[in-house]
């Protein structure tokens, strides 16, 4: 390989990791060559398995993770962006419908603001959850939480939550994830969580998918969904552009939600494929 070559593959690893991705285009401009050597170039680099490539240019190879990590150590990062992104959901709620919520931080803060909608039913496998909107102490709410197992997330599992989603028929469903991926879809490291976050999708008309930024490029050990089946992913503002060209690939609706900056109520714009 010549310095040439290496010296355009280190300015490609350093956008990718200032980005998270880069599309073909940006490289051919920024590098002042020609599309197919930066193909070749991403080749080169795919191959060594320093970033994985996509249709249309490159993204960082996702990290691979088994562990769960709890729910406090969960709750402690990027929670402004979380705020933002719950208040973005919460504008998808309307009174008196039946809704889903499976356990997460996000989906915890989410519930914060879903106890002060009228006439809800809320169906959750999260204590957590089911704490918070209970609190409000609103006589014109339902609270369903399924029963199951406890995982270190605070989620209930297994077939005893499966059966009890079975037989619901949810209007929305508010799905937390633990990684994000485009060949891997929405992912979480435990498998009977998995098998539960299924039923709750498969419970509801319409998935919305609540993850912020780090969560991309993150791959559990099991597929809860691929990304096709969100109907809305909501995010933040400090998801690369490039990872966002591409989730709209898959997703109809990615609604971006902007992270105040200052003590002004956080703004949403809603981006549509």
Do not use: Y
């Amino acid at each position: 390989m010549t310095a040439l070559a290496s010296q355009r593959q280190a300015v490609i690893l350093e956008e990718i990791e200032r980005l998270g991705a880069v599309r073909v285009s940006r490289l051919v401009d920024t590098l002042g060559v020609s599309d197919m050597t930066v193909r070749r170039d991403l080749d080169v680099l795919a191959r060594r398995g320093l970033l994985t490539k996509v249709h249309g240019g490159a993204i960082s190879s996702a990290e691979r993770s088994i562990d769960e990590p709890g729910f406090e150590a969960k709750q402690v990062r990027a929670q402004s962006e979380k705020d933002a992104i719950a208040h973005a959901a919460a504008e998808l709620i309307r009174p008196g419908t039946a809704i889903g919520i499976s356990a997460g931080t996000t989906t915890w803060t989410l519930a914060h603001l879903v106890r002060d909608i009228p006439g809800l039913t809320v169906v959750t496998n999260s204590m957590r959850v089911a704490d918070v909107v209970l609190s409000s102490g609103r006589g014109d709410q339902t609270v369903v939480l399924t029963g199951g197992i406890r995982t270190p997330s605070d989620a209930l599992v297994g077939p005893v939550a499966v059966e009890a989603l079975k037989s619901l028929h949810l209007d929305l469903v508010f799905l937390g994830v633990h990684g994000v991926d485009e060949r891997s879809g929405f992912t979480t490291p435990n498998l009977m969580e998995s098998e539960t976050n299924r039923a709750l999708v498969e419970a509801g008309r319409r998935l919305v998918v609540v993850a912020d930024h780090t969560k991309w490029g993150m791959v559990g050990l099991s597929t809860i969904v691929p990304l096709d089946a969100a109907d809305v992913l909501i995010t933040d503002d400090e998801m690369p552009e490039p990872v966002l060209a591409l989730l709209r690939e898959h997703v109809e609706d990615v609604v971006v939600a902007r992270t105040p900056r200052d003590s002004r109520q956080p703004a949403r714009v809603v981006d549509g494929r």
